[in-house]
């Protein structure tokens, strides 16, 4: 009876290891295809990988099947023989959804497993007098065409990712978004609830809610071509908030709430802020103090529209835009300096609506970091402005679902029932 039971232990221990390496070999061989330079053949990643031949077109064909690969026809080339055809990532596949709750807009685009840009959509408005209802309703009405755009061109959304302006809980509730006023607002199941993503869970659609920062600063990392894993991630809207990437991972804190940079205090005994201190970040380098002392506020025109008037006034050498600008570049001097005499960061990047303006803002900012961090004299600090401008939040937030489907290919060749 003992010996039994014992062989049967074994047997599923067994069965779990062979499912966990199937799991396993099926993101190596996904990621070779998808860090590859070219499109590789099954010869070539049995090569690379050190599996079998047989294996890897086992793989393979599962791959293909789920539509995560496709085959190409492969380069021309001299020699005896037939070319093997080459493996790509499908674009007609899996996708991610990616939403975006901010202060005064909300945004939702698609990406592909390859990650182009198959939809983007954005609604601008005021967020702050509504119900967090009439917004997630609003959302949803973003979501749902989204879906349909998606089913259009034949993808199948794999996961919805929304990034909102706040401190987040890991089960997707928000306990403070203070420029929205929001207080332990359950976003998850809201969200959930709505017509366009209820049920989804059950058939293996992925729904998470991050900070906008954190998934932004996520999007620039994978976006990135210099080859930069440590980075503090800027993202300028109404509010400020940063996302900090330390050798290629992104640093949450013990709770996950970590970057809100808006409200480290400049001027301790300054101007009242909404989460209720004085002298925060925002209220001298958020995007309504940048516009206020530029003389752009309470003009009636969307935050974009105003942001590239700035622009085109500073470029033009307005004295009051650049004031502006340079009053908000050394308050978040002043802040930026703090965190790399912190952390010992070597990049600074300048997001959302500072990406456009980083031309004004780099010069007094980089003065104030020379000025400020220790190091500086033999260690220069990096300032650019973000890749992804300002659709990094929500480009972010869609490529985290791609991303996840990539490196655990087996759920979605076999999601939950």
Do not use: K
Not at 69 to 89: F, H, K, N, Q, Y
Not at 353 to 373: D, F, S, T
Not at 380 to 403: E, F, H, I, N, Q
């Amino acid at each position: 009876m003992t010996h039994h039971g014992t062989g049967q232990v074994g047997a599923a221990g067994t069965a779990v290891r062979q499912a966990s390496l199937r799991e396993h070999n099926l993101a190596l061989v996904l990621r070779h295809i998808s860090d590859a330079e070219r499109p590789p053949s099954r010869a070539d990643l049995a090569a690379a990988t050190g599996l079998t031949r047989a294996t890897v077109s086992a793989l393979v064909d599962d791959l293909i099947g789920g539509h995560l690969l496709t085959e190409v026809d492969p380069a021309p080339r001299t020699g005896a023989g037939r070319p093997a055809l080459g493996l790509v990532l499908a674009t007609d596949g899996p996708a991610g959804l990616g939403l975006e709750i901010n202060v005064d807009y909300l945004a939702a685009c698609v990406v592909d497993l390859t990650g182009a840009v198959r939809h983007r959509a954005i609604r601008r408005l005021d967020l702050r007098p509504l119900p967090p209802a009439e917004v997630l309703a609003g959302l949803g009405d973003l979501a749902a065409t989204a879906h349909a755009e998606a089913q259009r061109q034949r993808l199948v959304l794999a996961g919805t990712a929304l990034a909102v302006p706040g401190l987040v809980t890991a089960t997707g509730v928000v306990r403070l978004a203070p420029n929205l006023g929001w207080r332990d607002v359950d976003l998850v199941g809201a969200l959930e609830a709505h017509p366009a993503l209820s049920g989804r869970r059950a058939a293996g659609h992925w729904l998470t809610v991050d900070n906008e920062a954190n998934l932004a600063a996520l999007g620039e990392l994978h976006a990135g071509t210099s080859g930069e894993a440590t980075f503090l991630y800027v993202s300028g809207e109404i509010g400020i908030g940063a996302g900090i990437v330390l050798h290629g991972t992104l640093f949450r804190g013990a709770r996950g709430w970590s970057g809100e940079l808006g409200h480290l205090p400049v001027d301790p005994a300054g101007r009242r802020c909404r989460c209720g201190a004085q002298g925060c970040l925002e209220q001298y380098a958020g995007q309504e103090a940048i516009l206020t002392g530029a003389g752009l506020a309470g003009l009636g025109q969307p935050a974009d529209a105003a942001i590239a008037r700035l622009a085109e006034l500073a470029g033009a050498g307005n004295g009051a835009a650049i004031a502006a600008l340079t009053e908000a570049a050394c308050a978040l001097g002043v802040a930026i300096a703090g965190v790399i005499n912190l952390l010992d960061l070597d990049t600074v990047v300048l997001g959302g609506i500072y990406a456009p303006l980083a031309e004004w803002l780099r010069p007094p900012l980089e003065a104030e970091i020379r000025r400020r961090v220790l190091t500086a004299g033999w260690s220069p600090v990096t300032v650019r402005p973000s890749l992804l401008t300002g659709d990094a939040a929500v480009l972010g937030a869609a490529g985290s679902v791609v991303r996840a489907v990539l490196a655990h290919p087996a759920r979605w060749l076999a999601p939950p029932a």
